[in-house]
């Protein structure tokens, strides 16, 4: 490899094989000055001037900060936080304004009101620089350990809403601003704000753990409206403790508690920016002469800047050489708010949460709509900085996806642009479609103007749409909509008098008005045949470029939307009124309707709430505090996010930062990788590759039980997102952008065409071997099967595809080079004794050279398990090279790059079954997409099958390929292979009972394994018959459920509902599971203190919590007074000082741990009962401090260790679960505080409902075990609906940010969500009778995908009998994510089409 070694802008280049590095380069330095605490006097600054004397003053959590002449004025202020302020709470996890993690709020004084205004902001994307005369308040300022936790962090931890912990201070932040906002309060524990205000407050938050119940429950408890009853398992009531009782015990809110006093020294401080690199014109006239002043070919140095949120989405942005902003938010004429008669003109710099508040104050109903459109635009923390101009200017100039331009499109709005010579006022229209806005043309205002009707006896209707994965926003739409239309009723009918019909984000360059579909609607009587012909040409005009993702679905949104919108003016056929029957059918019940609703929502409780549910479950009080539902172990830190992540650790002196560079071809030989730029660019040390790897180390970036796999490409690369080489330097904002800049020289000359399909793998046979012992058994006669069947289905086809791990916490390590060639690394991994050896093998060093520590790890999911080992290995591998500290914090977009994620496959099958749908034989082939290299991979099968046959099929044989391609190797994610197992076993459910046309749940429920048949399927691990509870809870969860009640309930509504259609669903699992060697250590400290380590790490399961219990429960049998929960600390993962640690993995390893925990106690136990009788004898009672004080004086060994080796004859057991899930292909949506359904033309699902009962022995925490299993389930929710982990044609990950992944928000979760988890008593080989609950639940989530299916089901079955589909309308494959394009597809893209014929043709 040639690398290409240039001149450094500061400190020359030192070459060594093949790095260049500047062993001296000095701290990042991006700000001159840092002034602490205390207040500097200054000099008031004139708004628009550049002095060089010129400062930037605010506060963080009431510090002073004061900084002069920054070097770098794109620096946020999450960069700044997080590298220059002790306060870390704001975690990094998007940096694109995507995922909340981020939010800080922001306040400001407004000297001619006397007022603070309060609100949130994404930290990632807000400019240090706008923040002149700011204070900044971060989770850590609300409250901490020190000056006591804020009541919001207090309440996070009682509601058990933090797991990993890495999202809760930006909770806590978003919904602390929603929380100050709330006037004043109704009394004192409770505040003015409602219970769905406190749900939506966090909706635009990401949290990959909890599942959101518990969050949503813990900012509802400070809700005035809320019904204690209604809120969930917490530490602060016991069961059936009165209303009062539960008011009493929260801790107290004080809206008043002064957290958020605005500092007085910033009262004076100017408004604008008053740093030479930031200018804030204070008026129209600077602002001219400013843009006059600009340079001609200096236009990119300089830039116009509101909130900034727009380089979120243009990313390139941020790495831009901008040397100069202007910022516009004090320039009068752009913040104007001005209403009269004639309209509504709002400033470009209004923020869209202004501009909500100001058209909601307006009675027009066009307004109110605009607004409640825009409160789904992006999330709360962007629209609060994010202005309405800068959204215009980035669809008008970058043609972004925007829903403001598409609205006020149709509300005829103009623009005033303001070029260098002229003031312009246009259309938005003229706008839109005009050559890109040049860089010195000011968007000032936009006028959305007031309209009335023309003509007497007319009225104005006006509506807008949007179809995105997410009700709420923070999802971009696949296509918006807006419409007005004047209409006139006439005898005849309503009459058109006129309108507009404005779509847009539709994958073209901007919103447009369908002009041919408005002269033709005009002055006509709107009929189905009038819709038809006009739905024609909007179908003609809406079209996507070129290239667009779901060109036909959006095509078929837009008539779905217009349809909506017409079908409101057409006679109802039926009752001969102007209604919406058209829409919702002949024969629409109201009564029936709300009836079903309400039953399958809320319980019969009306409620517009996202969320709500029951837990239930019985604490076992036997071993206590063992199995008592007790707070997680360090929840309060990580609310006010003084918890430590590896992140959050400060960088040693000198210390250099990381960033990889990943292939973009699948194979290709890397021919030259180098920078083109000369000098280097800014800040860079290193580039390293495999030519650097030490003479006695090898090339090794991770290791398996299986397969090492290479640390970086060697000449050649085997796939896209493969390593190639890491950027070191001076900060890590440099790294990442030198990483961007890195160019490879690819050359592919007489190379094999890559492998990028299963299918071509098996015609090139390149396969991965699965080890014998790893193969999973077939059972029974598969040709005796098929020949007992009746019916058989052959080759039926299926497809699974990828899921991301999308963990918060992206892979992250810090190396320090240590004496004597020692290495020390933090890394955020499940398995430090793999990393260790990995590094170890790189450098070519002793293992005991090498120290790994972890502490806690902000969401693993299996991706920080094997996956984590190259990132670690790379930052030690340069430590170790330029013998500095180096760090990495891999951005987003690479970690989902390299990540591989869960393994998709193809599965064919052929099943024979009897005419009552009992199964016979199931024959399978399945090609598993294993990647580029074997990771952990040969687990699948085994896992695949162990899950599938949960039901007895009677015979079952299986070819199963591990298929070897040139994608990124896949690895483990919770529940690797058996959701994928349990779902294709489902799937053959529901093929089976299509063909013979019986009831999908009477075929699941005749095949539900007897204890017999389960002996056969699961040999030697089913335990006794008493152990098999899926019978009972099967039962159970029908009856806690009301199943068979509202099945018909939901047949009802399909039938009244043409365009709503729902769907239920029963599913079982069985899960196998094993306990693993775990080591552990158990060392009681002469104050009584006790320490524990264990090789089990905490990835947020709660881990530490059981382990923590369980050395208190053990360690009282010395019978000492005292309660020891509270002493006992779990430290963090050392790979040198607690060896064979293993792998956090398999939803076992807590169970695991808690053992080696009693091991090591019962060792102690035995050591301290002799002198706690003797003491005992002498003194009576005794007390634990008393106890170990003696034991030093008599020198016992008051350390333990142990390793805990489960018995193979029965470590491996069954876990068994059921869940019913509702599901509604409509959107529940609130409209004038009803809930309604809305006629749903999108594809898009609502879970209702999902009712799970879930086995977990005696659980050894029920809150630890609840939160694992609500948050596996929404973990599921996004594998079957949601998430889309896509890759170009070369295999190149193309979901790769937040706008392109959609994990399950709040409003995607289940309505109602109701967990038990069932007590099913004694097990003798398991940890005290304890089940595993990490996993298993995830595999429930296919009940959503299974009602969906069912309801997709009627929509065929009707769209049959319009015409639109043919008799095999039943049969048919809904792929996971059942996504709406997927869904929509499904239920007929021309839906409306065939409709609307119909009705023509049955007048
Ligand atoms: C996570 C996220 C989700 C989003 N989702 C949606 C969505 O669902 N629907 C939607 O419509 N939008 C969405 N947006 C876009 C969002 O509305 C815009 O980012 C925001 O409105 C831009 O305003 P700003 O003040 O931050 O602009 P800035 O980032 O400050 O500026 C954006 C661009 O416009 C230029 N500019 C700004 N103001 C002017 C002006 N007055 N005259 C001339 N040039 C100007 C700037 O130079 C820059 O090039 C989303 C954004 C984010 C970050
Ligand atoms: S890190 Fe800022 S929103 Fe995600
Ligand atoms: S607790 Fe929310 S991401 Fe882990």
């Known amino acids: 490899m040639q690398i290409r070694v240039a001149q450094r802008k500061r400190g020359g280049p030192i070459t060594h094989r093949g790095v260049f590095m500047a062993l001296n380069s000095t701290k990042p330095s991006f700000l001159h000055r840092v002034v602490g605490t205390h207040q500097t006097s200054m000099e008031e600054n004139g708004r628009g001037t550049c002095k060089d004397d010129s400062s930037l003053v605010f506060a963080i959590n009431s510090q002073r900060f004061e ?61 240090l620089c706008s923040l002149n005369g700011c204070s900044i308040t971060t989770s850590e300022g609300l409250g901490n350990s020190k000056t006591g936790f804020h009541n919001i962090h207090k309440r996070f931890a009682g509601f058990h809403a933090s797991q990993c912990g890495f999202c809760t201070p930006g909770m806590c932040m978003s919904f602390y601003g929603a929380l100050v906002n709330a006037e004043k309060a109704v009394d004192d524990r409770l505040s003015k704000l409602t219970a769905v205000e406190a749900e939506k407050a966090i909706a635009s938050n990401l949290c990959r753990c909890t599942g959101y119940r518990p969050i949503a429950d813990a900012c509802k408890s400070f809700a005035g409206d809320i019904d204690m009853e209604d809120l969930g398992i917490n530490t602060f009531w016991k069961k059936g403790d009165s209303v009062q009782n539960k008011m009493s015990i929260l801790p107290l809110y004080s809206p008043g508690d002064g957290v958020c006093d605005f500092p007085e020294f910033l009262k004076g401080q100017g408004k604008g920016g008053s740093l030479s690199s930031w200018i804030a014109p204070g008026n129209v006239k600077e602002l001219q002469s400013l843009m006059k002043g600009i340079d001609h070919g200096d236009e990119t140095r300089v830039k116009l800047v509101v909130g900034n949120t727009g380089v979120g989405y243009y990313k390139e942005e941020k790495d831009g050489c901008v040397e100069r902003y202007i910022d516009l938010r004090y320039v009068p004429e752009l913040k104007i708010i001005k209403k009269d008669e004639t309209g509504i003109k709002l400033g470009a710099a209004v923020t869209i949460s202004t501009a909500i508040k100001a058209l909601k104050k307006e009675s027009d109903e066009i307004y109110q709509k605009i607004a409640a459109h825009m409160e789904k635009v992006a999330t709360s923390f962007v629209r609060n900085s994010g202005s309405i101009g800068g959204n215009l200017v980035m669809a008008q100039r970058k043609h972004f996806p925007s829903d403001i331009a598409t609205i006020l499109l149709a509300a005829g709005s103009y623009v005033e642009v303001l070029t260098a010579e002229i003031n312009e006022k246009l259309t938005l229209e003229v706008f839109l479609e005009r050559a890109p806005m040049g860089s010195k043309d000011v968007l000032v205002s936009i006028e959305v103007p007031k309209w009335k009707a023309s003509q007497i006896g007319s009225r104005l209707a006006f509506d807008t749409y949007r179809a995105s994965p997410r009700p709420l926003g923070n999802a971009l739409a696949h296509l918006n909509a807006a419409f007005m239309a004047e209409i006139s009723e006439t005898s005849e009918g309503s009459v058109m008098s006129s309108c507009r019909l404005a779509f847009g984000a539709y994958g073209t360059k901007h919103a447009i008005r369908v002009k041919n579909a408005e002269e033709f609607l005009a002055g006509k009587k709107v009929t189905p045949a009038v819709v038809y012909e006009t739905i024609g040409l909007v179908k003609s005009t809406v079209v996507s470029d070129e290239g667009a993702s779901n060109p036909e679905y959006r095509s078929s949104l837009a008539v779905g939307f217009l349809f909506n919108f017409l079908s409101s003016f057409m006679a109802d056929p039926f009752k001969g009124n102007a209604s919406n029957g058209w829409l919702n059918g002949h024969s629409t019940a109201p009564d029936e309707d709300s009836e079903a609703t309400q039953k399958s929502c809320h319980d019969g409780k009306s409620s517009l709430l996202l969320s709500s549910g029951k837990q239930v479950f019985q604490a076992s009080k036997e071993n206590r505090p063992v199995g008592e539902a007790i707070g997680k172990t360090g929840a309060a830190l990580q609310a006010s996010g003084e918890a430590v992540y590896v992140d959050d650790i400060p960088s040693p002196p000198n210390c250099l930062y990381g960033a990889l560079v990943c292939s973009t071809k699948p194979l290709a030989r890397v021919k030259d990788i180098g920078f083109k730029s000369n000098p280097l660019p800014d800040g860079v040390a290193a580039l390293i590759s495999y030519k650097d790897i030490p003479k006695d180390g090898e090339n090794v970036g991770s ?61 090139r046979s390149s396969f991965f071997h699965t080890p014998p012992f790893l193969q999973p058994k077939p059972v029974g006669d598969i040709t005796r099967g098929m020949a007992e069947a009746e019916h058989r289905l052959i080759n039926a086809e299926m497809k699974l595809e990828s899921q991301y791990y999308f963990y918060m916490e992206t892979q992250t390590a810090l190396a320090i080079p240590d004496e004597d060639n020692c290495m020390v690394v933090y890394s955020s991994t499940q398995c430090p004794e793999y990393s260790c050896a990995a590094i170890a093998q790189c450098l070519g060093l002793p293992q005991h050279n090498v120290r790994v520590i972890t502490r806690r790890v902000g969401g693993g999911f299996g991706g920080k398990a094997f996956k984590s080992l190259p990132v670690a290995t790379a930052c030690a591998l340069a430590a170790h090279v330029l013998r500095r500290p180096v760090r990495t914090y891999v951005s987003r977009k690479t970690d989902m790059i390299m990540a591989g994620g869960r393994h998709p496959m193809k599965i064919t099958y052929s099943v024979g079954f009897k005419s009552n749908g009992k199964i016979t034989a199931l024959k399978l082939d399945v090609l598993i997409n294993a990647g580029i290299s074997l990771d952990v991979s040969p687990i699948i099968p085994i896992h695949l099958v162990g899950a599938l046959k949960k039901y007895d099929f009677g015979a079952l044989a299986f070819d199963i390929k591990l298929c070897k391609t040139n994608h990124s190797s896949k690895s483990a994610m919770r529940a ?22 019986l009831d999908v749940d009477s075929v699941k429920t005749v095949n539900l394994h007897s204890h017999d048949s389960l002996k056969l399927f699961y040999d030697g691990i089913c335990g006794e018959p008493h152990e098999y509870t899926l019978i009972s809870i099967w039962d159970r969860v029908a009856r806690s459920s009301s199943f068979n009640e509202r099945r018909e309930m939901v047949e009802k509504f399909n039938r009244c509902n043409l365009w709503s259609k729902r769907g239920i669903s029963r599913v079982p699992i069985v899960f196998e599971a094993g306990g693993m060697a775990t080591p552990g250590k158990v060392s009681i400290l002469s104050d009584g203190s006790i320490v524990v380590e264990v090789g089990g790490i905490e990835l947020g399961q709660g881990l530490w919590t059981k382990v923590k219990q369980m050395a208190a429960f053990c360690l009282s049998s010395t019978k000492c007074e005292d309660s020891l929960l509270e002493r006992v600390r779990v430290i963090q993962a050392d790979s040198l000082s607690l060896i064979q640690g293993g792998i956090t993995a398999g939803s076992t390893k807590s169970e695991s741990s808690c053992e080696a925990i009693r091991l090591c106690c019962n060792l102690l136990v035995e050591r301290l009962v002799p002198l706690m009788e003797k003491l005992q004898k002498e003194t009576g009672s005794v007390r634990w401090e008393m106890l170990i004080s003696q034991a030093y004086m008599t020198s016992v060994n008051l350390s333990a260790s142990s390793y805990y080796v489960p018995d193979f004859a029965t470590t491996r057991y069954l876990n068994y679960g059921a869940a019913v899930s509702e599901a509604s292909l409509s959107r529940s949506r609130v409209l004038h505080t009803k809930l309604v359904e809305v006629n749903l033309l999108t594809g898009e699902t609502t879970i209702l409902r999902s009712d799970l009962v879930y086995d977990c022995g005696q659980s050894l925490n029920p809150a630890v075990d609840m939160g694992q299993i609500e948050g596996a389930f929404v973990q599921g929710i996004g594998f079957f609906m949601l998430e889309e982990y896509k890759t170009n044609s070369e295999g190149l990950v193309t979901a790769d940010s ?98 609307l014929k119909w009705r023509m043709n049955h007048k």
Request: with cysteine.
């Open 703 to 763: 290791k398996t039980m299986f397969e090492s796999e290479s640390l970086f490409a060697d000449e050649l690369t085997r796939c896209a997102g493969e390593r190639l080489a890491f950027v070191v330097a001076d900060s890590q904002k440099h790294a990442d952008s030198a990483a961007n800049l890195v160019v490879v020289d690819y050359d592919t000359e007489s190379l094999e065409p890559p492998i990028l399909t299963v299918e071509e793998a098996v015609k």
């Open 976 to 997: 690797p292979g058996e959701v994928q197992g349990s779902f294709i076993a489902d799937s053959v459910m529901e093929q089976v009972a299509s063909t013979l046309s």
């Open 1298 to 1395: 937040t706008w392109r992944y959609k994990v399950p928000t709040i409003d995607t979760i289940p309505k109602q969500f109701n967990v038990e988890i069932l007590s099913s008593g004694h097990h003798q080989n398991r940890v005290l009778s304890s089940k595993a609950s990490g996993e298993p639940p995830l595999l429930l989530a296919s009940s959503v995908h299974c009602a969906t299916r069912a309801a997709i089901k009627d929509a065929r079955k009707q769209l049959h009998t319009w015409g639109g589909l043919d008799g095999s309308h039943a049969m048919f494959n809904l792929a996971a994510p059942a996504t709406m394009p997927v869904v929509k597809e499904l239920c007929g893209l021309d839906s409306v089409e065939s409709y």
């Open 67 to 127: 900084l002069r002449n920054l070097d770098d004025p794109s620096i946020t202020l999450l960069q700044f936080l997080r590298s220059q302020t002790s306060f870390k709470s704001p975690k990094l996890s998007c940096g694109e304004g995507g995922c909340g993690a981020c939010v800080v709020l922001l306040s400001k004084y407004d000297p001619e009101l006397d007022k603070v205004e309060d609100f949130t902001v994404s930290s990632c994307l807000t400019l």
